[in-house]
């Protein structure tokens, strides 16, 4: 650009810099704003449309269209040139914007006098805010550096924006507004809180600049901070795996891109701010994000996205550890977060709300033992949340309410306070046992992976653990754990039990469970592929240290210990052999062996149901892992919420696996037991019940609503009332909530 061309964009920075430092109302601020534009631009018409909402545009401010219009123009999210702009994310330039494809003439306004368009998008973080245009009577396409200038001051308005500028045009800053999102439930569970960010977004303050070579300095400061801050995670990597290392040399190499710097240093020089032009780089690179489909091109531009965000935290100083004080009821809001960094925090978060995640994901796993309502996939939560803001999280609905209305939080406060009541007369409950009406008594077990939560074992009322995940403390940690670290731990667990029985299942890694120290898998279908007891059986050193660690911690007392995702009855011969070697081997080193010891499976894939009667004999007992079994039934990932809730645990056909699996237990005499979400919900709790299921298994804060039903109804006529409907392929979960309704059960 030549220096003229820099020197007028500098000069209309500092304009526009004047008029928003001015007292006037919002409105009058606009209406400067579009009239000293126009002028800069030598055109007739400059107009600034913003969103009135998620799909609507409304004109705010004009120099040139009919100032009646308003306020009252207004249209759809793809409609007319301007609605394409916004929709596209992308600018539209044109010298005859009537002959454009999707042109609509809006006659309030008076714009069929104007011939050439230009529409700039009104950007920020890959966020579409609104849309810049100047129109002119002649027929001539904006020059490269008009286009850039107007650029420029679409970035300024958009910080302006959402920093309230504008607010008394009847301008709503987004992050003042009521949001609903719609998401996907990780958790169930319904509560109100404040937001509490796990790494809050950075707030560039100051757009423009009156020094460019300070910012210049600023700028080429930060850059080498950035890179000798990944020299030293490098340097640290390196005692760590390949892969890591190689995403940090990566790192390294584009932050010594010259042309990335060259970029911003350009920028500058039109008289933009050092962390201005950082923010447009990044929203730049956002937007080619979204429209790229290669996987290898997605990855290097967000590897510039998140060093456009490092270097961000460098110029602002605005770092993770913000100084903002924790609310009473936090809510935490997050892009995503890892096990170690969530227990961190404690189980004084309320509630969790993640823009990415899963539902098996290791968060999950955490906000499950915790009993805390977790929503996944809330697309653009970090850009709208912000500190301190009200927030109403319905796992239930896995939908996030943010800044609600006053209509939004009486509604859920009622249901709050309703579930309050029902935890209450839970509690009551507690030290009963849960025998139903016809004299049938269920035994309800808790599902736990941390040492915190063994305090739920008395304050459910629950008979013991019936599954304890012992991953979590492979994956919370940066290197393999030691033996004695995990027999200690063991040990305190049994402590804590006071003699109820716990399922130690052994190490259940792989698929969405990736221990950070060992080095993954390359599979395009790890649910499927190299996880659980296969990798026990093919790392035999990890098992073999999981068991001693496992014996050494019972010391002499009764023993459980559960092998996952057996497929075949040969994988647990081969697992039953290695821990009969580790017992022979403790023995002749002196050790206290365990008083009794139960060794068992669980069943999660269908060709286990399908294994010999001799193999359900040998077994000492048997848990069903619901999750995985209906996953694999249907060959439905519970991961790909477009097909996960379409399958059912009472379809007939999975009623009829579940037949089949418990018949087999008790011809050889096989304890049994239900695991899984499933088994937590009072309604499909009632129907494992009452096909013979006598043993549950779930998460503490399941126990008193699953007791409260069971309680109160008669097994056996539930069971004739699944049986009418299944028998004709019938789906029994509407006739069986309808019974419940006329019991008063439900």
């Not at 923010?279 to 290097?300: F, G, I, K, S």
């Not at 990415?356 to 968060?363: D, F, K, L, T």
């Not at 500190?387 to 239930?396: C, F, L």
């Not at 068992?600 to 619901?626: H, N, Q, R, W, Y």
Request: proline fraction near 4%; charged fraction near 25%; aromatic fraction near 6%.
């Amino acid at each position: 650009m030549a220096e003229r061309d820099e020197s007028e964009s500098r000069k209309l920075l500092g304009r526009l810099r004047a008029a928003l430092a001015e007292s006037s109302a919002g409105q009058a601020r606009l209406d400067r704003i579009v009239r000293l534009i126009a002028g800069s631009m030598q055109a007739e018409v400059c107009s600034i449309y913003l969103f009135r909402d998620a799909d609507t545009l409304e004109l705010c401010a004009t120099e040139g269209l009919m100032q009646g219009a308003v306020h009252r123009t207004r249209m759809r999210l793809g409609e007319g040139l301007v609605g394409r702009v916004a929709q596209a994310g992308t600018i539209t330039n044109t010298a005859n914007a009537p002959a454009e494809p999707g042109f609509r003439y809006m006659p309030e306004t008076g714009e069929e006098r104007y011939s050439s368009f230009c529409g700039v998008p009104i950007q920020r973080l890959g966020e579409t805010l609104g849309v810049l245009v100047v129109q002119s009577k002649s027929q001539r396409e904006l020059t490269s550096d008009e286009v850039y200038a107007l650029e420029v001051v679409a970035m300024v308005l958009a910080e302006m924006t959402e920093l309230g500028a504008f607010a008394a045009a009847d301008v709503t800053p987004s992050h003042r507004q009521a949001v609903m999102i719609r998401a996907v439930s990780g958790q169930e569970g319904t509560v109100a809180g404040h937001v509490f960010l796990h790494e809050p977004r950075v707030v560039v303050t100051k757009a423009t600049t009156d020094d460019p070579v300070a910012e210049l300095s600023r700028l080429r400061d930060a850059v080498d901070t950035l890179r000798f801050q990944i020299d030293e995670m490098l340097n640290k990597a390196r005692g760590l795996n390949g892969e890591q290392a190689q995403v940090l040399e990566t790192y390294r190499m584009l932050a010594a891109s010259r042309s990335w710097l060259r970029r911003m240093e350009d920028d500058i020089t039109s008289g933009h701010s050092a962390e201005a032009v950082v923010e447009r780089e990044q929203t730049a690179t956002r937007n080619r994000m979204a429209q790229v489909e290669d996987a290898y091109l997605r990855d290097r531009l967000h590897d510039l996205d998140d060093l456009s965000n490092r270097l961000l935290r460098i110029l602002t100083g605005q770092g993770k550890d913000t100084g903002a004080k924790m609310p009473i009821d936090p809510v935490l809001v997050a892009k995503n977060i890892g096990p170690g960094e969530l227990l961190e925090y404690g189980k004084a978060i309320r509630g969790i709300v993640l823009e990415e995640g899963s539902v098996g994901s290791h968060a999950a796993i955490v906000a499950r033992a915790w009993s805390i309502p977790l929503i996944i996939h809330a697309k653009g939560v970090m850009a709208a949340a912000l500190n301190g803001d009200p927030i109403v999280v319905d796992g239930d609905q896995g939908i996030v309410h943010l800044r609600p209305d006053e209509v939004v939080e009486r509604a859920f406060g009622e249901k709050i306070a309703m579930q309050a009541l029902a935890q209450e007369r839970y509690s009551s409950l507690r030290d009963l046992p849960a025998t139903t009406a016809d004299g049938q008594t269920i035994t309800l077990n808790m599902n736990a992976g941390l040492m915190a939560d063994l305090p739920s074992l008395e304050s459910s009322g629950a008979a013991g653990v019936g599954l304890f995940r012992t991953e979590l403390q492979f994956i919370i940690r940066n290197k393999m754990p030691q033996r004695s670290e995990l027999s200690a731990l063991y040990a305190r667990i049994m402590d804590a039990a006071a003699g109820k029985r716990v399922v130690f299942r052994t190490l259940d890694i792989g698929s969405d469970k990736v221990l950070p120290y060992l080095k993954p898998q390359d599979e395009p279908n790890p649910a499927m592929g190299w996880r659980a007891i296969r990798v026990g059986l093919d790392k035999p050193g990890i098992l073999r240290m999981q068991l001693q660690a496992l014996l050494r911690a019972a010391n002499g007392r009764p023993l459980s210990i559960m092998f996952p995702f057996v497929a075949h009855p040969s994988e647990y011969d081969a697992a039953r052999a290695a821990l009969d070697k580790v017992i022979a081997r403790e023995k002749i080193l002196g050790h206290c062996l365990p008083e009794s010891l139960d060794v068992g499976v669980m069943l999660e894939t269908p060709s286990l149901a399908f294994a010999p009667a001799a193999f359900f004999k040998k077994i000492d007992f048997l848990s069903v892992g619901g999750n995985d079994l209906k996953q694999f039934f249907f060959a439905a990932d519970r991961e790909n919420e477009r097909v996960r809730r379409r399958y059912d645990l009472m379809d007939p056909a999975y009623l009829g696996l579940i037949e089949m699996i418990l018949a087999k237990c008790a011809a050889g005499h096989t304890p049994i037991t239900f695991c899984g979400e499933d088994a937590g919900r009072p309604l499909e709790a009632l129907a494992l019940a009452a096909m013979g299921f006598r043993s549950l298994s779930m998460r503490p804060a399941s126990i008193g609503p699953v007791k409260n039903m069971l309680r109160r109804i008669d097994l056996a006529a539930a069971r004739e009332l699944i049986d009418s409907h299944r028998h004709k392929g019938e789906n029994p979960r509407a006739a069986l909530k309808s019974w419940l309704m006329v019991q008063g059960a439900l």
